[in-house]
């Protein structure tokens, strides 16, 4: 074998041996690392998803704990809010809380209900005569009821010692207020206030 044909041969040789390593790269590393970029790229986007996903869920446990804050508020609303059956016991309680501070009630009168909100309201005017201090304990004790009352419109007039003033009989001779106790009910029936005052 000349020299010269030994010359071709391993420069043949030469040339396969360069061209494994780029065919390599060509038929096999590259498609594997486009490969490899794409499924980093999925994952990356999976990823990403899958944080908004944990921030949505956790947004919605809060949501749900939050409606179900509000829905134990308007419970303990409710709870405060008679319905029609339930405005005479209190009317009772405010009875009962009057005599208990020795206080007389002259007289209650019922106006017009009329709508208050999602609630009703039954405005009473009412008039009692008593000692101060017996008053004072009454609000406070009005107060504490676990409904909905307001006392507006107040008005407080000394009464002379005499056994009449005002031709009314006067209870030790003290005070007479005057005002508005109000009362809110949960009408439940949906009616206006026209209707609750003349089913009333």
Known sequence: MSTQQRGFRDL????????????????????????????????????????????????????????????EELEKLNQKLPDREGVDRILEQVTQLAQKSDLAVRSVKGEKVAPAGMAMELPLKTVIEGNF?????????????PRITRV?????????????????????????AEFTLSIYFNDGAGNTGDDAARSK
Do not use: C, W
């Not at 970029?37 to 996903?53: C, F, G, M, Q, V």
């Not at 007039?157 to 005070?175: E, F, S, W, Y």
């Open 12 to 71: 043949a040789f030469v040339a396969v041996l360069m061209a494994v390593p780029i065919a390599s790269y060509f038929f096999v590393f590259a498609p594997r690392n486009e490969e490899i970029l794409r499924a980093r790229s999925e994952i990356t986007t999976k990823n990403a998803r899958l944080e908004n996903l944990h921030r949505l869920t956790s947004r919605i446990g809060d949501l749900g704990r939050e409606i179900a804050e509000r829905e």
């Open 133 to 145: 201090d017996g008053f004072y304990q009454f609000l406070l004790d009005l107060e504490s009821l």
């Open 152 to 176: 507006h419109q107040l008005k407080i007039l000394k009464l002379g010692m005499g056994p009449r003033d005002n031709d009314q009989i006067t209870v030790g001779g003290a005070m007479r």
